[in-house]
């Protein structure tokens, strides 16, 4: 017996999480996604685990540039997070009309005031149903600690008002 695809979803609704919005380019084109699915995979060598809709243009723009940039979104930035994870009518590239992005190592687009952005180059795509599994490893991070996180609760952002 399984469970409904109404009842997976609300039940992952109810997991906090941080929000990321998932970059790449490959030959000009860029591309990216909102997405809570993302966690530490290894210290050493420092590696990320991003869960990505493999029906989505972003993904196969990944699987082809082999490149990804994780940037974890500040407490200011849910519009930023609502336009990554709006269909973009005009193309992919409209997206990043929000926001100021640069490049690091990689060349995937680095968002400028996000909490922490890690550059990566990705090292495994692993096929689970509808979406993959991307193994990514670090090759460069840069962090603005005094930023407050945006997270995604109860189908809703919301931030910390205080750290414990």
């Known amino acids: 017996m399984t469970i409904s695809l109404d009842q997976f979803r609300t039940g992952m609704q109810?997991?906090?999480a941080g929000v990321s919005v998932i970059t790449t380019e490959h030959d000009g084109d860029r591309a990216g996604l909102t997405a809570t699915a993302v966690c530490s995979l290894s210290a050493a060598p420092?590696?990320?685990l991003v869960s990505i809709?493999?029906?989505g243009y972003t993904f196969g723009l990944i699987a082809a540039s082999r490149k990804i940039c994780v940037n974890i979104l500040n407490a200011e930035q849910a519009d930023l997070a609502t336009q990554f994870a709006t269909p973009?009518?005009?193309?992919a590239e409209?997206?990043?009309a929000m926001g100021e992005w640069r490049e690091e190592v990689t060349g995937a687009p680095v968002l400028a005031d996000a909490v922490v952005s890690f550059d990566c180059r990705v090292a495994w795509i692993v096929d689970t149903g509808s979406h993959g599994i991307v193994i990514?490893?670090?090759v460069?991070?840069?962090s603005k600690p005094e930023l407050a996180p945006l997270l995604y609760a109860r189908g809703k952002f919301a931030q910390l008002t205080e750290f414990a």
């Open 53 to 55: 809709n493999r029906a």
């Open 46 to 48: 420092p590696r990320l």
């Open 140 to 142: 460069h991070s840069a």
């Open 136 to 138: 990514a490893d670090i």
């Open 88 to 91: 973009a009518p005009n193309g």
């Open 94 to 96: 409209d997206r990043f």
């Open 14 to 16: 109810q997991l906090a």
